[in-house]
């Protein structure tokens, strides 16, 4: 992941971003799905209607350098925290090793 990040071509990230900027400014396919977007925000507490304007805003003004320090600051820092949890259900007792990403762990809690 490191090496694709640092490896990031100028061309694939205005493709990332214009595939990002499709997303977000996809219009409201019916009256329910605005319903929703705009509940989200009241029930957050947010109030923040325009979140798709704002959004849009900051992804065409993002530049790629700014994008590679974020994520190498967000994901290989030394201050990065990270928590991993796994969930074995009933039917799967008694397999609580094994490996996540390359780590091997010995065993789980199994929580009801």
Not at 51 to 71: G, I, R
């Amino acid at each position: 992941m490191r090496e694709k990040l640092d490896e990031l071509t100028d061309e694939e990230f205005k493709t990332q971003i214009e595939a990002v900027l499709t997303n977000v400014t996809e219009k409201d396919k019916n009256q329910r799905a605005e319903y929703d977007r705009f509940w989200t925000e009241i029930n957050h507490h947010s109030y923040q209607f325009d979140v798709q304007e704002c959004d849009t805003t900051a992804l065409k003004s993002l530049k790629k350098e700014e994008f590679q320090a974020y994520a190498r600051e967000l994901m290989y820092s030394e201050s990065r925290r990270r928590l991993d949890t796994h969930y074995n259900s009933d039917a799967h007792k008694g397999q609580e090793t094994g490996e996540i990403e390359g780590r091997k762990y010995d065993s789980i809690r199994v929580l009801h």
